[in-house]
């Protein structure tokens, strides 16, 4: 597709024909261009690239885009063409998203025929999505955890793909929609751009809506501890189970998102989250995630992720010692211990035989005694730099990289001498770049210029860089807070014991 080839004011001449509008009066007759009233189409380099900015100023909670029902790409839009619903009715075991994959590839088929020509050619070109990782990009992860989710999320693509391949065959679509790379292209256009609708678990594709870029949500999370569980919609946001209280929910929900569908005007809404001043990008949140569910489904990270989270490997016996579920045991981005993993940490640093007449102490968040909270403290300093330490980079490594990174980004390949200090300082990782695309030492010392496929692998080596990094300094982060948290309670000890032996 066309991505920044595509014509944008062909694309808003045909979204304003659908109805698409930004207009503050819902009765207004359509306008040549869909936006201009509330908002642009503007680029911000260092927040998302294509996004939308104010065209005016913007009050919190204002509407600010409506895209009709008709207007929006779904599976029952899509199947409106005969030849593709009866194919794809004979692969009933095939999920929801993959039919929306296929039904995707379809329309990119018909080229010009389309009727959605003009928004296909807006979408990018590549995306970063976690299974579009190669090996060695995997690899360069370092964390086992993120290694593993992007293994998963490759096979999970693979199998995905293998399973709709009859189907296309049988649409007889051009070899080249046919291959991985287009199925992955596909799917990662689903994954990063559709919306939640209540009718299609697969969600909708929303032409102009789907410009937004992302903000995490300003208002804290409920405690992990308070939801029983989540999951995610396959859409841009995330749905919550709330334990106590549904209105409490509701509310909560309502202000963790800023559009949705709204079935009394057949229309897709968007609100200003809050007040944007003429020219400012105005974003959405997709919903509440952490730095690596960003990059499993959307491709990038944010360097100051308010739900980011570090897990690190517990004991068993830390995890047996209380009830709380594993996925609630993490360190927060602003290093300290989630309130159920120092409650676990407190249980597990008290003698089994004493940890019933505490538990409730430790299930309501208070510390048990000094000596306790030391032993759980020592426990999370210690087992942070070991991981520090097993990691083949350390964190001002990977700050030199990501330097030596930018200056590959902003300059053709550095010239001889500075490749040879770049081989010199990461030989391993550099030399492994180079090898797994396929590039080797220039014998001239002159400059090489970048393909548009090695730009883009440097792009995702810096995402893997800066998403190691960023975990990093969340163990080191945790480590100092740990440590205070010792010197202080060695120096003073104020807290009541409620054990004998701790
Ligand atoms: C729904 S689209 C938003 C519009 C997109 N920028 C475009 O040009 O079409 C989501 C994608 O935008 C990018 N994106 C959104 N918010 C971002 C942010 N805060 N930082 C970096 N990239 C972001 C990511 O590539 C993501 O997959």
Known sequence: MGGEAGNLETFLKWASQLGISDSTNPLQSTTALCLGNSLFVSHFPDAGGRGLAAARELRKGELIL???????????????????????????????????????????????ASMWYPYLVQ???????????????????????????????????????????????????????????????????????????????AGCLCPVGDFFNY???????????????????????????????????????????????????????????KSYKIGEQVLLSYGTYTNLELLEHYGFILDMNPNDKAFIELDAEICS???????????QQDGKPSFTLLSALRLWATP???????????????????????????WMAKNCQILLNKFPTKVEDDDLLLHIIDKMQNFPLPKEVEYEQMMLAFGGEVGAFFEANGLQKGGSGGDITFSRKMIRSIERWKLV??????????????????????????????????????
């Not at 430790?362 to 306790?372: F, H, K, P, R, V």
């Open 321 to 331: 010692s209380s009830s709380w579920s594993k996925d609630t045991l993490y360190i």
């Open 215 to 273: 903000a995490a949500p300003e208002e804290a999370m409920p405690c992990s501890e308070d939801l029983v569980s989540w999951k995610e919609v396959s859409s841009l946001k995330f749905s919550y189970l709330w334990k106590f209280d549904a209105k409490q929910f509701n509310a909560y929900l309502q202000r963790l998102t800023d559009g949705g569908y709204e079935e009394d005007i057949s229309a897709y809404c968007f609100y200003a989250r």
């Open 123 to 201: 979408l990018p070109r590549s995306y970063n999505i976690l299974a579009s990782f190669t090996w060695f990009e995997t690899q360069a992860l370092q964390v086992e955890d993120a290694v593993w989710a992007a293994e998963k999320a490759r096979s999970k693509a693979e199998l995905d793909w293998k399973e709709s391949v009859p189907v296309m065959k049988e649409l007889e679509l051009r070899p080249q929609l046919l291959t991985f790379k287009s199925w992955l292209w596909a799917s990662a256009t689903i994954s990063s751009r559709t919306l939640h609708i209540p009718w299609d678990d």
């Open 352 to 378: 089994p035989n004493q940890r019933k007449s505490v538990a409730h102490y430790a299930y309501s968040g208070s510390q048990l005694s000094a000596e306790n909270e030391m032993s759980a403290m020592r």
């Open 465 to 502: 860089v800066q998403w190691r990094l960023r975990y990093k300094k969340i163990l080191v982060d945790c480590i100092s807070y740990c440590t205070e948290v010792v010197d202080f309670l060695s120096s003073e000890n104020l807290l009541p014991n409620r054990s004998n032996n701790t």
């Open 66 to 112: 409506r895209v009709p029902k008709s207007a929006l790409m779904t599976r029952e839009s899509l199947l409106t063409d005969q030849k593709l619903a009866i194919s794809v009715n004979g692969y009933s075991h095939l999920s929801s998203t993959q039919i929306l994959a296929v039904c995707l590839l379809a329309e990119i088929d018909k080229g010009k």
